[in-house]
């Protein structure tokens, strides 16, 4: 037996640009993620981010 097709069109949310939920949140996982790979960085090698990368 077949599914009746929606006799409406469902509505969607229009997509949204700029400072938003989603986005925040998202911003700051990365933010988390880039501090915890920051001082595993530290950790290892025993030295400071900037050293690393040659700036000091």
Do not use: C, H
């Amino acid at each position: 037996m077949t599914q009746p097709k929606p006799t409406t069109t469902p509505q969607l949310e229009e997509p949204k640009f700029g400072f938003n939920d989603y986005a925040e949140r998202l911003n700051g996982r990365a933010a988390m993620i880039g501090f915890i790979l920051t001082v595993i960085i530290e950790y290892s090698t025993g030295q400071g981010l900037l050293t690393w990368l040659g700036l000091k």
